[in-house]
């Protein structure tokens, strides 16, 4: 599972031009340059690897595959550089003589006028940074009719219709599907190097996300999800002028071995307004050349992907495929109740050396589904992983809270500017490693300065109504939206006090204790759906799974050997994230360190 990847400055040489992809973050390269000892570091390209002849590099290999079918669809997601597929596969078959008839599915997309009116209903107003998730299907947004009627040629060799949609068309043939990571899609979308579905436009990177996450992601996903027994070939396209491909029976077959063992999500850094140094510091590998890293999505699952690894070559795929093909193997006894809606996610808050985050809450259940259009709301908890002495959190109100005076404070302050006193409305409370602060929907909080936060939480992660930013601007020099009428619509006024302490911060619990280990329990709140536990042991320890996804990580020790009852064995780092699927049965963990082990479990209740 764990494979280090050196940084090869020619592997991330293709997207350097800013035109086609603004961030600091690196490319992935498409090939293993060296090997390193799993977990002896964090790893930032973790590989499920899939054995010899498994994954093939370039152009040349899949035209060659191309024509020895003579007509195949090339379907896939947003962010794909498609004049590029298209100019790859071309100067390939035509090298070897053959003719080609290209079918390209932009040509019958609706005009984007009709385009814009089926999508505006789903993107709120214009300043609000969400919308609701869209109800339309990929075929709303195409002349199917049209479409349809482009049919293969038999006048020329070789007929490939290509382009998102391009199964739309009924083609009776191969199908390759071209996958694309959602961090790579959207440091193409702040280039202006895609656009969103039958768009023209480039619009602000705000309005581009809003529309990929309510609406183009919807659909695709949709559209992905019915295609997965169709799919022939998959590919990644997170390479300009280089693609990584495999037949979908290895892929589905790594996905099979994936979900009776453990699973681990390519993690991805972003800065921002408030982020620290933490990440920076204790993370190899990522590019130290920027001013901060405020998050690490180590497992939010909408924008993870699964890499795999074949002969050197990696196959970056996106993390929809495990669900919708192994969910029941993946959630167990509550795969009836999400589906293929993976409901926890954790993500590191990095503020060391840096700012406050703004003070904020998440939406009601009911809010989020009636307003927002989603399934669960963002029920967080906060798990210090690491801190300074000087570290707190901002949680739950003072005892006299006014609603109205605090919302006078709110509004004076984003008009005019002008400083609020936050804790004369809102609790401080000192932080300690391994803390854990729980923030049900409604809860006010803020991570203070100098913490690193492991944030457990139900998968949402958008839907942050921030009240008081410090006044400050965001990187690129604006200000950050502020949502003070949705947060007074969702505040719990009744969290205040001594009942703060009393039932919004966790008091651990030891509920077991052998020779092998001590399982502390750490309570969560009763509006949360899952539950949180700490390992901890010298030696090593088994634990059953009981039909239960387990969410995991090492938060305190070196190294650690996770072993699962099919006999994989995966070694994992401090502070790597790890996910044992319901069908693992039970798993072994081995303290490899010098010093006791502490792992958290997360898990549905």
Same mark, same amino acid.
């Given at each position: 599972?764990?494979?280090?990847?050196?940084?090869?400055?020619?592997?991330?040489?293709?997207?350097?031009?800013?035109?086609?992809?603004?961030?600091?973050?690196?490319?992935?390269?498409?090939?293993?340059?060296?090997?390193?000892?799993?977990?002896?570091?964090?790893?930032?390209?973790?590989?499920?690897?899939?054995?010899?002849?498994?994954?093939?590099?370039?152009?040349?290999?899949?035209?060659?595959?191309?024509?020895?079918?003579?007509?195949?669809?090339?379907?896939?997601?947003?962010?794909?550089?498609?004049?590029?597929?298209?100019?790859?596969?071309?100067?390939?078959?035509?090298?070897?003589?053959?003719?080609?008839?290209?079918?390209?599915?932009?040509?019958?997309?609706?005009?984007?006028?009709?385009?814009?009116?089926?999508?505006?209903?789903?993107?709120?107003?214009?300043?609000?940074?969400?919308?609701?998730?869209?109800?339309?299907?990929?075929?709303?947004?195409?002349?199917?009719?049209?479409?349809?009627?482009?049919?293969?040629?038999?006048?020329?060799?070789?007929?490939?219709?290509?382009?998102?949609?391009?199964?739309?068309?009924?083609?009776?043939?191969?199908?390759?599907?071209?996958?694309?990571?959602?961090?790579?899609?959207?440091?193409?979308?702040?280039?202006?190097?895609?656009?969103?579905?039958?768009?023209?436009?480039?619009?602000?990177?705000?309005?581009?996300?809003?529309?990929?996450?309510?609406?183009?992601?919807?659909?695709?996903?949709?559209?992905?999800?019915?295609?997965?027994?169709?799919?022939?070939?998959?590919?990644?396209?997170?390479?300009?002028?280089?693609?990584?491909?495999?037949?979908?029976?290895?892929?589905?077959?790594?996905?099979?071995?994936?979900?009776?063992?453990?699973?681990?999500?390519?993690?991805?850094?972003?800065?921002?307004?408030?982020?620290?140094?933490?990440?920076?510091?204790?993370?190899?590998?990522?590019?130290?050349?920027?001013?901060?890293?405020?998050?690490?999505?180590?497992?939010?699952?909408?924008?993870?992907?699964?890499?795999?690894?074949?002969?050197?070559?990696?196959?970056?795929?996106?993390?929809?495929?495990?669900?919708?093909?192994?969910?029941?193997?993946?959630?167990?006894?509550?795969?009836?109740?999400?589906?293929?809606?993976?409901?926890?996610?954790?993500?590191?808050?990095?503020?060391?050396?840096?700012?406050?985050?703004?003070?904020?809450?998440?939406?009601?259940?009911?809010?989020?589904?009636?307003?927002?259009?989603?399934?669960?709301?963002?029920?967080?908890?906060?798990?210090?992983?690491?801190?300074?002495?000087?570290?707190?959190?901002?949680?739950?109100?003072?005892?006299?809270?006014?609603?109205?005076?605090?919302?006078?404070?709110?509004?004076?302050?984003?008009?005019?500017?002008?400083?609020?006193?936050?804790?004369?409305?809102?609790?401080?409370?000192?932080?300690?490693?391994? %803390? /854990?602060?729980?923030? *049900?929907?409604?809860?006010?909080?803020?991570?203070?300065? +100098? #913490? =690193?936060?492991? $944030?457990?939480?139900?998968?949402?992660?958008?839907?942050?109504?921030?009240?008081?930013?410090?006044?400050?601007? %965001? /990187?690129?020099?604006? *200000?950050?939206?502020?949502?003070?009428?949705?947060?007074? +619509? #969702? =505040?719990?006024? $009744?969290?205040?006090?001594?009942?703060?302490?009393?039932?919004?911060?966790?008091?651990?619990?030891?509920?077991?204790?052998?020779?092998?280990?001590?399982?502390?329990?750490?309570?969560?709140?009763?509006?949360?759906?899952?539950?949180?536990?700490?390992?901890?042991?010298?030696?090593?320890?088994?634990?059953?799974?009981?039909?239960?996804?387990?969410?995991?990580?090492?938060?305190?020790?070196?190294?650690?050997?996770?072993?699962?009852?099919?006999?994989?064995?995966?070694?994992?780092?401090?502070?790597?994230?790890?996910?044992?699927?319901?069908?693992?049965?039970?798993?072994?963990?081995?303290?490899?360190?010098?010093?006791?082990?502490?792992?958290?479990?997360?898990?549905?209740?």
């Amino acid at each position: 599972m764990n494979s280090t990847l050196s940084q090869n400055p020619t592997a991330n040489a293709e997207l350097d031009d800013a035109s086609l992809r603004k961030t600091a973050q690196l490319l992935m390269p498409a090939k293993l340059s060296t090997e390193a000892v799993a977990g002896e570091e964090y790893n930032i390209y973790p590989v499920c690897k899939l054995g010899d002849n498994k994954i093939f590099n370039g152009y040349d290999a899949l035209a060659g595959w191309i024509i020895r079918q003579k007509t195949v669809v090339i379907d896939g997601y947003a962010g794909i550089f498609w004049d590029k597929v298209k100019t790859g596969l071309e100067q390939h078959i035509a090298l070897k003589g053959f003719s080609i008839n290209w079918v390209e599915t932009t040509q019958y997309l609706k005009p984007e006028v009709e385009v814009d009116t089926l999508v505006k209903p789903f993107l709120g107003t214009a300043d609000s940074v969400w919308g609701t998730k869209c109800t339309l299907t990929l075929h709303d947004l195409f002349q199917t009719e049209r479409l349809s009627a482009q049919q293969p040629n038999s006048e020329f060799e070789i007929n490939i219709i290509i382009g998102t949609g391009a199964s739309l068309a009924n083609w009776q043939a191969p199908l390759i599907y071209i996958d694309m990571p959602k961090n790579e899609l959207q440091f193409r979308m702040r280039a202006g190097a895609i656009k969103n579905l039958g768009s023209s436009k480039v619009d602000e990177p705000y309005l581009m996300y809003k529309r990929f996450y309510f609406v183009d992601w919807v659909l695709l996903n949709q559209h992905k999800k019915q295609l997965l027994d169709k799919i022939t070939v998959l590919a990644d396209g997170q390479w300009a002028n280089n693609i990584n491909w495999m037949f979908k029976t290895d892929f589905a077959e790594g996905l099979n071995k994936m979900s009776q063992s453990v699973i681990r999500v390519r993690p991805w850094f972003e800065p921002g307004a408030w982020g620290g140094q933490w990440i920076k510091e204790h993370i190899p590998g990522i590019n130290k050349d920027v001013v901060n890293y405020a998050w690490s999505f180590e497992l939010i699952v909408p924008e993870n992907g699964l890499i795999f690894e074949s002969d050197g070559n990696l196959l970056e795929a996106s993390f929809d495929f495990l669900m919708f093909n192994n969910q029941q193997q993946v959630l167990g006894k509550h795969a009836d109740r999400f589906g293929d809606e993976f409901p926890i996610r954790f993500d590191f808050l990095d503020t060391f050396d840096g700012g406050n985050l703004s003070i904020q809450c998440h939406p009601s259940l009911k809010y989020i589904q009636e307003v927002f259009g989603e399934n669960i709301t963002q029920d967080e908890t906060y798990y210090i992983l690491d801190c300074k002495e000087d570290a707190n959190v901002y949680l739950g109100f003072q005892d006299n809270i006014d609603p109205d005076e605090f919302q006078a404070a709110l509004i004076k302050s984003q008009n005019e500017s002008t400083e609020v006193q936050i804790e004369d409305f809102v609790q401080v409370h000192q932080a300690k490693k391994h %803390d /854990l602060f729980l923030i *049900p929907n409604g809860t006010i909080h803020s991570a203070g300065a +100098n #913490n =690193l936060v492991l $944030e457990i939480s139900a998968t949402p992660y958008i839907f942050t109504f921030k009240m008081y930013d410090w006044l400050r601007l %965001d /990187l690129e020099g604006n *200000p950050r939206p502020i949502n003070i009428d949705h947060a007074f +619509n #969702n =505040l719990n006024f $009744e969290c205040k006090g001594q009942k703060v302490k009393e039932e919004y911060i966790s008091i651990p619990a030891v509920i077991e204790q052998t020779t092998d280990h001590t399982l502390v329990y750490l309570p969560t709140h009763p509006n949360h759906f899952y539950d949180i536990h700490r390992i901890e042991f010298t030696a090593e320890t088994r634990v059953d799974t009981n039909d239960c996804c387990h969410i995991m990580m090492l938060v305190d020790g070196q190294r650690v050997l996770v072993e699962t009852a099919d006999g994989s064995r995966h070694v994992f780092a401090y502070a790597e994230t790890f996910v044992i699927p319901a069908a693992a049965k039970w798993y072994k963990l081995t303290n490899l360190g010098k010093t006791p082990a502490k792992v958290i479990k997360a898990f549905l209740k």
